[in-house]
């Protein structure tokens, strides 16, 4: 999907993957980008919105971005998309997830921090996936 007018295409075809789950982690460029925090949610909103209206039976998670940019605006955006009646999304707050050796810079996982969200997310998933 395209975002904020930058790269992507919407020439995806949706139908040839339907997923059981899927995964959002989106912020952490944003932030050094200028985006406000009232832009960030309203356009997480939609976003999570698109993303329903393609695969409507999948189990929605929205991560806070390993260093917590914009948490707050994620979780309003899960929240509204609650409010309008999708109990199928959900936050997901990984606080502490991150060793302090986890990012290659000062914001991206490098592979022992891969490893560590793996590590946590792994049962999430696990959790609410069909057998």
């Known amino acids: 999907?395209?975002?904020?007018?930058?790269?992507?295409?919407?020439?995806?075809?949706?139908?040839?993957?339907?997923?059981?789950?899927?995964?959002?982690?989106?912020?952490?460029?944003d932030k050094s980008h200028g985006v406000s925090g009232a832009d960030f949610q309203a356009k997480y909103t939609t976003f999570l919105a698109r993303?329903?209206?393609?695969?409507?039976?999948?189990?929605?998670?929205?991560?806070?971005?390993?260093?917590g940019r914009y948490a707050a605006e994620t979780q309003a955006a899960v929240r509204a998309r609650n409010a309008a009646g999708d109990a199928n999304v959900a936050y997901v707050d990984t606080t502490g997830w991150l060793p302090a050796d986890g990012l290659s810079d000062s914001v991206h996982p490098n592979d022992?921090?891969?490893?560590?969200?793996?590590?946590?997310?792994?049962?999430?998933?696990?959790?609410?996936?069909?057998?």
């Open 51 to 67: 993303i329903r209206a393609k695969f409507p039976y999948a189990k929605l998670y929205a991560l806070r971005t390993f260093i």
């Open 112 to 131: 022992k921090g891969h490893q560590a969200i793996t590590d946590r997310l792994a049962p999430i998933l696990s959790a609410s996936t069909p057998r």
């Open 1 to 29: 999907m395209s975002s904020g007018g930058q790269a992507g295409s919407d020439a995806w075809d949706f139908s040839r993957y339907t997923p059981d789950s899927v995964v959002i982690n989106l912020g952490t460029n």
